[in-house]
């Protein structure tokens, strides 16, 4: 099988000394006293990589574990739960939080736009009686960054718990946690980190557990229970056995980005070429504000289908593009330049067959892609 570039959003391109890192060999990690102080420390590079001295969990799962392990461990039937939506992912969150019983209330937002902090600061003057709320950081779908650094102190201001999806944004947006008073905040292995899909990062606040272990009711089930984490490392007891070689690469990876002292710059430069790019080609961004660093949602142009794009990219060009789901399924097309896709050289090579592919349908655009790339960069 020849594998693509796959330029999306996630997964990504994994390095050479990541997929080192996953073929190790192994220990047991049950009973190996050294891994538990590889755990230890492999948290303690995720606690410099979201600035935060608050506790740091590696769980077994993708980011959807962390987001729903969140709802699982704070919700009790009954409380009542603020979930900021403006796009895809943040309504999602609704929905995990009435399944562990909390009582939702949705504040929403312009899907096309960042989160509205002046209408949601309005909003929290007379509603604010929530036990916490959820946010996503970056709404991949539709490739948009909400400014988190003025919503979570603004719901702490209300004594709101703070829960932020930043499963497509740690690594390649600025994020600190401490400094912006977030309670929980998840990523993935598969996105900017660049390891391969299947672990979820988190970090707890004091506070967070404070709820999490002064719970009135049990939390329903196990996986999903941070409770069984609390005192993992002094009793050197793991609540499972631990994916031993997909934490190796992890940790590779958390590595690599961490003495990478550019990957922000990086990711903010190409991010801002590539849309200036797209946008003096004639093409329409579908963000009219809040663009991601990460990922870039534009129109599919008029007279083609994302499909035929699709698999022209792969068959003639062996890229791999991504276009969106639900509302935005065959409306979007989606680049990723996450880590090790947001280099210079696999935007060029994207855009240049990008731009044969769309002129190959007819479709007229004002300059060559790639060039208009290599002007901007
Ligand atoms: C990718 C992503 C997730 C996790 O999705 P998985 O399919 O479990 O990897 C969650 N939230 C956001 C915003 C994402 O981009």
Known sequence: MKV???????????SERVR???????TNPDLDAAFYE?????CNQFKKLLHTKNDVLILSGEGILGLEAACASLIEPGDKVLVIDNGIFGKGFGDFASMYGGEVQFFQSDYESAVEVDKLQKFLETNHDFKLATLVHCETPSGITNPIDIICPMLKKYGILTVVDAVSSIGGEVLNTDAWKIDIVLGGSQKVLSAPPGLTFLSISEEAWKTILNRKTPIIGYYCNLSIWKNWYEDQ????????SDIYAL????????????ALERHAKIAQALRRSLIEAGIQLYPKDGFSNTVTTFMVPEGVSFRRIYEDMMKEHGIMIAGAFDFLKDKVIRIGHMGENCYEEKIYSTLKALDQVLKSHGILLKGELHKLFVAYV
């Open 20 to 26: 080192r890192a996953l073929s190790r060999e192994i």
């Open 237 to 244: 007891w793991f609540p499972y056995t631990q994916p031993i």
């Open 38 to 42: 590889f755990y230890q420390e492999t």
């Open 4 to 14: 693509p570039l796959i330029m999306t959003p996630g997964p990504t391109y994994i």
């Open 251 to 262: 940790r590779a990876a958390v590595d690599i980005l961490l003495e990478d002292k550019k």
